[in-house]
């Protein structure tokens, strides 16, 4: 089946200087500055209209394309803030005098504007829904690429769920060429596909497990097999991955948890988790009697759609939404804290949604026991310290969707930051709720070796 | 349960506790050896069912379940794990009897093992101890032997088992004082560390035994004073409690407010002025319009009824766990309960 590929638009976008030479020919320092004044000129070409201020705008680009060797800021919107600073700082520096306190104020702005910036550059800037597609890949790649990026596909687990089904879609309609084997081709086959999904959103920690496991299992396929049955197998190992490891952990730590769940209780919850909101249903489907406080926060407001579904039908369960300021009032009241996690690292720290962390340090500071629900495979053999060093922003349009006021508008001197993740420290964790028990987050690091796995 | 007639295990279970070296989990193990012993199970699948029958009938039998559900759990994990390739299912029961026989008799050399551990950790001094361990008596004993210890002991009520300690040191000359619960903060400054034994360790690394552990937990964390608890690895217990109310040894009646006799009597706050507490002053409002009433009294009973008999000890409180497997911090008794029954 041809697969329907979309062009990339060659790169060099610009009309070529005419004493060049092919591109070829240059060194890679030259077509770098090259690189750098077609993107100048492009960006100053945006700005121009616009704005009043072309004066200033046009030498910030030149100092910019001066100073910028090392990395230019991917969007436009970013260059013009980079722009901006090495301006005003130069403005600065030109009225060195000190006079006018007004220009000492708007250099202090632009450092921290700049500071901001340099911090979380490194989170990457999220990409436009219709980014381009290079290479061979699968309508059901896209297709979940668009999803993914639109958070409309949004949670660890359903991400990795949808990941493998489109997998098993793509293996389903691949061939091996005639001079390879499809233990040696279709990993190279599947590689464009995860660059693709990647480049949607970053890869989550499920995502990344799950691809290393189908990629141990393409590798190990006998290559006397015939082609047919090789997938077939594949199909299968996905399917099982997906049972084991997700759907029927899932109900090994809803009876697990339910457990924890007594009459009379008052569950703390914050944003939305697959996991919890199964734990919430079977627990109240099982009869016990307690509420539940959904607490929530901007820019997701994920704890609405958890709220509706445990309000849904006949016997809804008596619930409380709140935002995340309201916290510390409802934390007296509450018996125990359960929240999922997007991943969990060997030091026993817990990548969860922005917010959890605050949530469990406060409810540390109540002594309420904080119960984290994960399954075994969102288990990471890294360590992570703090949620600087690997996030993810949320895009601009997904919040403006999710908000009814346009809220900050974006402008000159401000960028709304919303990291999409916190780290939790283990210290502020009472439990981890998995599929092969309770377990306190100090003994994480155990449980890879407890489950048989000998090699990290 | 179809064998509950011709064998009670619960009479087995009180039989096997009669021996005074035999602790709960022990007994537990035992008084199910004997239920293979009785069983007519044909099959692997028939054996475990009727264990777990067994093991359901003691616990709601005993008073306390703990423990004894920790020596269950662990001979039910290991029948079943026990590779039964053997064609002669009498034969297996045989080997299984045998070796949960054996398990007890090895099981009695452990405190010793665990005395050697302690022993490392004690010097000339004073220890605080809390209500009667075997285990904690056995190490204070070979203390005394080589060092010049003497030892603080909490009365630990209701049961008074402090007390017992304190004779059966005092007896073996070993310097002892019995202190009140309520003294525990006044003596922490004098001792040199805490030493308790145990009813069960639990998997988050945490602690349950006699009831005022916790307390004392946190005193010793407050003077920064270590707090060793002493445990035999069979009473390493498959349970994460939460908090203190997510014990299987907690009830309703724990706790409960005691309810007057007669509706419109208000109670306790015509109790005479020698035990009439603050908290019950400001509990109900005084309305002194019936003085006729007679003033309840307040039995130990009662008192005894509505406490609870254990209580859970946080892992971040304790400084070491002693147990035949080791000198473990908690972080590696959680460790070894997840590495023994996960996967």
Redo the contacts between chains.
């Keep these: 089946m041809p697969v329907p590929t979309i062009a990339d638009p060659p790169p060099s976008a610009g009309p070529k200087p005419q004493g060049q030479p092919s591109q070829k020919t240059m060194t890679k320092a030259e077509r770098r500055e090259l690189q750098e004044k077609q993107r100048a000129a492009k960006a100053a070409l945006k700005q121009q209209p616009p704005q009043g201020q072309s004066k200033q705008q046009q030498g910030g680009n030149a100092g910019a394309s001066g100073q910028q060797k090392a990395k230019v800021p991917p969007t436009p919107q970013k260059k013009s803030f980079g722009a901006e600073v090495s301006a005003s700082k130069q403005h600065a520096s030109a009225s060195k005098d000190g006079g006018a306190s007004g220009a000492a104020a708007e250099e202090l702005t632009g450092k921290q504007l700049s500071h901001g910036l340099r911090i979380f550059s490194h989170f990457g800037q999220p990409k436009p829904v219709g980014h381009t597609i290079k290479g061979d890949i699968h309508p059901a790649t896209i297709r979940l690429g668009l999803l993914f990026s639109e958070f409309k596909i949004c949670g660890a687990n359903a991400r990795c769920i949808a990941m493998l089904t489109a997998f098993k879609q793509v293996i389903q309609d691949y061939t091996t060429p005639s001079h390879s084997t499809i233990s040696r081709h279709l990993m190279t086959h599947l590689s464009p596909q995860i660059t693709h999904l990647v480049s949607a959103r970053p890869m989550s920690v499920t995502m990344g497990n799950a691809i290393r496991e189908l990629k141990l299992e393409i590798s190990g396929i006998d290559i006397d097999m015939i082609e047919q049955d090789a997938k077939k197998k594949l199909y299968d190992y996905i399917n099982t991955y997906i049972q084991d490891r997700i759907t029927t952990a899932d109900k090994v730590i809803q009876e697990l948890a339910g457990k924890?769940v007594k009459d009379g209780d008052v569950i703390l919850t914050y944003a939305r988790s697959s996991v919890v909101e199964k734990i919430l249903l079977s627990a109240h489907s099982e009869g016990k009697k307690f509420s539940v406080m959904v607490v929530d926060s901007k820019p997701l407001l994920e704890g609405k759609e958890l709220l509706k579904s445990l309000t849904n039908g006949p016997n809804p369960i008596p619930c409380t939404y709140a935002l995340l300021p309201a916290l510390p009032s409802l934390l007296p009241e509450v018996?125990?804290v359960f929240v999922g996690a997007h991943a969990l690292y060997s030091n026993g720290a817990v990548y969860s949604r922005a917010g959890t962390a605050m949530v469990a340090m406060m409810a540390k500071a109540n002594s309420v026991?904080v119960?984290v629900c994960c399954e075994t495979y969102k288990f990471s053999d890294g360590v992570m310290v703090d949620g600087f060093s690997k996030n993810e922003l949320v895009p601009l349009s997904i919040i403006q969707k999710n908000s009814t006021d346009r809220g900050l508008a974006p402008a000159l001197h401000l960028e709304t930051l919303n990291p999409l993740y916190d780290l939790t420290p283990p210290t502020y964790i009472?439990?981890v709720v998995t599929e092969?028990?309770?377990?306190?987050p100090?003994?994480i690091s155990?449980?890879p070796?407890?489950?048989?796995k000998t090699s990290l | 349960m179809g064998l509950s007639a011709p064998f009670d295990i619960y009479a087995a279970f009180n039989r096997i506790l009669n021996n005074d070296q035999i602790s709960t989990p022990l007994a537990a193990i035992l008084a199910l050896t004997e239920l293979i012993e009785n069983s007519d199970a044909g099959t692997m699948f028939e054996l475990v069912k009727a264990l777990n029958d067994g093991a359901e009938a003691l616990q709601k039998q005993a008073s306390n379940p703990i423990s004894l559900n920790a020596g269950c759990e662990l001979f039910i994990a290991f029948v079943t794990l026990f590779p039964h390739d053997s064609a002669n299912f009498t034969d297996l029961k045989k080997e299984l009897i045998r070796q949960g026989q054996n398990y007890a008799t090895e099981a009695l050399t452990y405190r010793k093992k665990i005395a050697e551990l302690a022993f490392g950790f004690i010097k000339d001094g004073s220890i605080l101890t809390h209500s009667y361990s075997r285990v904690v008596m056995q190490t204070l004993l070979l203390a005394h032997k080589h060092k010049r210890i003497s030892v603080f002991v909490t009365e630990a009520r209701p049961r008074g088992l402090g007390i017992k300690t304190a004779e059966a040191l005092t007896a073996a000359g070993v310097p002892s004082t019995v202190i009140l619960d309520s003294a525990v903060a006044y003596v922490m400054d004098k001792v040199d560390f805490v030493l308790v034994g145990s009813e069960a360790v639990v998997e988050s690394g945490g602690l349950v035994n006699a009831v005022g552990s916790n307390q004392i937990a946190i005193i010793a964390r407050a003077a920064n004073k270590p707090f060793y608890a002493l445990a035999e690895s069979y009473k390493f217990h498959r349970l994460f409690p939460l908090s203190q109310y997510d014990l299987p040894s907690h009830n309703s009646k724990i706790l409960s407010f005691p309810r007057p006799l007669l509706a419109e009597r208000v109670s306790l706050i015509e109790t005479p002025p020698h035990d009439s507490t603050q908290a019950t002053n400001d509990a109900s409002t005084p309305t002194s319009d019936k003085p006729d009433l007679v003033p309840p009294r307040i039995t130990q009973e009662q008192i005894s009824e509505n406490n609870p008999d254990v209580d859970y000890t946080r892992p971040d409180l304790i400084s070491l766990v002693f147990s035949d497997v080791g000198s473990l911090t908690p972080e590696g008794v959680s460790q070894y309960l997840v590495g023994m029954f996960a996967g």
């Design positions: 924890k018996t125990t026991p119960v009472t439990a092969v028990g309770l377990i306190p100090s003994s155990s449980i070796l407890a489950l048989g």
